[in-house]
């Protein structure tokens, strides 16, 4: 681990005193640029430097990339709520382009290597996944945008180059994640010391993920955001060969399967240790001391694509633990998604008790929600008298708080900013969803020994049975709605939230909806204005349908205030760079 933090901030070094005309069109790049790819050394250097344009706590602005404001979410943010307008600039498109421009030196300087291409040929398939990746998430932030595949100067056409189509960014980032994964070394071919770096399962996890997002897109949403090309959008141009969605499904389930079976990944299960916590602990951990277990990152074979942080090298230094906390506190939906360990649901299932008293909730439920959702100054579960609804103030006011990516001991094991834990873009979770759901959408049903394979697996750690076809019946259950309610639920705050919403063409539907928090009929709220003072709740409060009948809970942000429309599925063009290039036309609606 230490080895590649140690090549990355040698690599930054190496770099920093000529950033700007490496980044910039100053002719002097060239030079310098053809005065140091001489080596296999000098390319991996190069393409070390890229893993610092993956997501990651440092990579993003104020935590961006974690699903804050959704419907699952107890804090109202204006994405959510379809508050975005034309921002003047967007960090994230120009330094998306500054590293595709990276990249494409790197790719360029490959070509013209006068030595054995068999000896670069590793950082040549790197730097055509991160080509891969960077497109993909210009794709799904804005739709189509011009295609990076040169460096270009002054005088250069892609200057002033009109966007291409979403379906031509597509089929430029399946182009290069295919030439990426020929020549990846596989994990089990990484050294220890470098894991982190890109491996050949981890460009299959990503092609699945790209493939099923591309193809549910073009499914649910079509080309309703695309605009026409002439007068706003980038069109529906697609190049010739363009995949099907059958033909998207099934390589994406192929994909997947393929990880599954060969990448020698295993769901971080220390239940027994930890008091089954492993959804707590796998999100916080760095050393020893990160878990009453005492155990490390070196034991976590779970991730397949991310971030690394270092507390010695290279911290995460953002504000990730108090954001968490708040932030992250979850909505009415969300809660009421967990199970009870029978593998029913709260408004069906014997063992749910009810809400008579704050804790009651959680008992008998999938330890998720537990692992998730507790007191962070006590590490345990707010008891009778001790959560205190704060009112709704600034899109807040829900009172749970939330323990995902949360440091433990935080104050005296970690303290503001020195958080180091690895930031998860694709876990074996979801590589067993993009299987599950791929499966669906081929066949409309799973087997029960694809399920076991799959989807039951994630649910063994969170304390629930397996599920079977016969077991969905009598519960009055469908397994489509179970691999939805396990993406929510297991990918919580992975930065997936507003994409599947999207993807599936419902955030309309799904984030219009009032934003809600505790049930306060009925149970210890009820008339304790030390508990909840209901005057300092604006919007009041809202019937919720539980096992008990309806039941009043209190409304954080009212459905009249979210305005999500199918505009919102894509962002605005900043102002900055349409000024720049005029042949830029904004995204429909804005």
């Not at 070094?13 to 030079?31: E, G, H, N, Y």
């Not at 240790?273 to 916080?284: F, K, Q, R, V």
């Not at 989807?455 to 969905?472: C, F, Q, Y």
Request: aromatic residues 12%; glycine residues 6%.
């Amino acid at each position: 681990m230490k080895k590649i933090l140690f090549i990355l901030l040698a690599c930054v070094m190496l770099f920093s005193a000529c950033q700007d005309t490496f980044l910039d069109l100053d002719p002097q790049d060239s030079i310098t640029e053809a005065a140091y790819y001489k080596t296999p050394d000098h390319f991996k250097a190069g393409t070390n430097d890229l893993y610092y344009g993956l997501a990651g706590w440092r990579t993003t602005y104020d935590n961006e990339f974690r699903d804050f404001g959704t419907d699952l979410c107890g804090y109202a943010q204006e994405e959510g709520r379809g508050d975005d307008v034309v921002p003047d600039s967007d960090g994230y498109w120009t330094n998306t382009y500054k590293y595709l421009r990276k990249i494409n030196t790197i790719l360029e300087k490959a070509a013209e290597y006068d030595g054995d291409q068999a000896d670069i040929a590793e950082y040549v398939a790197v730097a055509k996944f991160f080509r891969a990746y960077q497109h993909f998430f210009l794709l799904q932030r804005f739709g189509g945008v011009p295609i990076a595949t040169e460096v270009p100067d002054i005088s250069s056409d892609v200057v002033s180059a009109p966007r291409n189509s979403r379906y031509e960014v597509f089929a430029q980032v399946l182009t290069d994640i295919d030439e990426a994964i020929a020549d990846l070394p596989t994990e089990q071919q990484i050294a220890e010391v470098d894991k982190g770096k890109i491996s050949k399962w981890a460009a299959e996890a990503f092609k699945a993920k790209a493939l099923l997002f591309e193809a549910t897109w073009e499914k649910n949403v079509g080309t309703t955001t695309d605009g026409d090309g002439s007068t706003n959008g980038a069109g529906s141009v697609k190049p010739a060969s363009y995949p099907s969605f059958s033909e998207m499904i099934q390589m994406a389930n192929t994909l997947a399967k393929d990880v599954m079976d060969n990448g020698g990944y295993s769901l971080w299960n220390h239940n027994a240790e930890l008091d089954n916590l492993s959804t707590l602990y796998l999100y916080n951990l760095e050393d020893a001391g990160s878990n009453p277990a005492g155990l490390e990152k070196a034991s976590n074979h779970e991730y397949i694509l991310y971030s690394k942080y270092d507390y010695d090298l290279y911290r995460g230094n953002q504000n990730i633990s108090h954001t968490a906390r708040g932030r992250l506190a979850p909505s009415r939906k969300l809660m009421d998604m967990f199970l009870c360990l029978d593998g029913k649901t709260a408004q069906t299932s014997e063992q749910f008790l009810g809400y008579a008293t704050c804790d009651q909730e959680f008992e008998n439920r999938d330890y998720r929600m537990k692992a998730y959702f507790a007191d962070v100054d006590t590490w345990e579960l707010f008891t009778p008298g001790t959560l205190v609804l704060p009112g709704a103030s600034g899109g807040a006011g829900v009172a749970w708080e939330c323990r995902k990516f949360y440091s433990w001991n935080y104050g005296s094991y970690r303290n503001v900013k020195e958080e180091s834990f690895d930031y998860p873009i694709i876990r074996l979770p979801e590589v067993y969803f993009i299987y599950a759901e791929t499966l669906y959408e081929m066949n409309g049903s799973l087997t029960d020994a694809q399920m076991a394979e799959s989807i039951n697996k994630v649910k063994e750690r969170a304390g629930l049975p397996g599920i079977t076809n016969a077991s969905l019946a009598a519960n009055g259950m469908n397994i489509y709605d179970e691999i939805m309610r396990e993406r929510a639920i297991e990918l919580y705050s992975e930065n997936n939230r507003y994409l599947d919403l999207k993807r599936l063409g419902i955030a309309e539907q799904e984030l219009n909806e009032a934003i809600c928090g505790p049930i306060v009929e009925g149970n210890a709220f009820e008339n304790n204005l030390a508990l909840y003072d209901p005057a300092t709740y604006n919007y009041g409060t809202k019937k919720i349908q539980t096992k008990f009948g309806l039941l009043d809970a209190v409304v954080i942000d009212p459905a009249e205030v979210r305005n999500f429309e199918r505009k919102h599925y894509l962002f605005p063009l900043p102002i900055d760079q349409m000024d720049l290039n005029s042949n830029l036309l904004q995204n429909p609606g804005y």
